[in-house]
C-alpha cells in the first residue's frame, strides 16, 4: 500500500490479493470502512471485514485479480476484474466489478458485483 492516489490504491489492493495476507489486505481499509461482498450483507469496520475476508479465504490457495478495465472519477474508482481463484481442489475464474471510494488514502467503500452461480459452478479439474 504505497500511494494515496485512488487509482495506485486500488490497483495496489488487487495485486496484494495474491499474497493472501490477511493482515495486509485489512491495512488498505479506513478504520471504519464499509465491504460489500454482493450478494451477502455488508461488512462495516476492521474487525467485520476481516473476519469477513478471512471466512471466505480460508480455503483458497491461490489468487490472481487480473483488471482488464479501470476507470476514476474523482475518489470513485472502478475496476472490472477477473479473479483467478484456486480452491479446495476447485478453480475459478470469476468476472466481476468493484467499486471502490477512497477517501485519504484508504478505502473507505468498497461494493463488488459479480454472479454468485459462477463463483459456486467453479471447475473442479485444477
Known sequence: MESP????????????????DIDELVEFFADDAVYH????????????IRAG??????????????????????????AERIDRTGFKGRKVDLPLVGVFEVQ???????RDYFDLATYRRADSSE
Do not use: Y
Open 5 to 20: 492516489f485512488p487509482e495506485q490504491l486500488v490497483r495496489d489492493f488487487c495485486a496484494a490479493w495474491s499474497r493472501l
Open 37 to 48: 461482498n454482493m450478494p451477502g450483507p455488508p461488512w462495516t469496520g476492521k474487525d467485520a
Open 53 to 78: 475476508i478471512t471466512s471466505f479465504i480460508s480455503d483458497w490457495i491461490s489468487t490472481e485479480w487480473i483488471i482488464s478495465n479501470l476507470a476514476v472519477s474523482g475518489n470513485l474508482v472502478f
Open 104 to 110: 485519504d488514502g484508504k478505502i473507505r467503500h468498497w
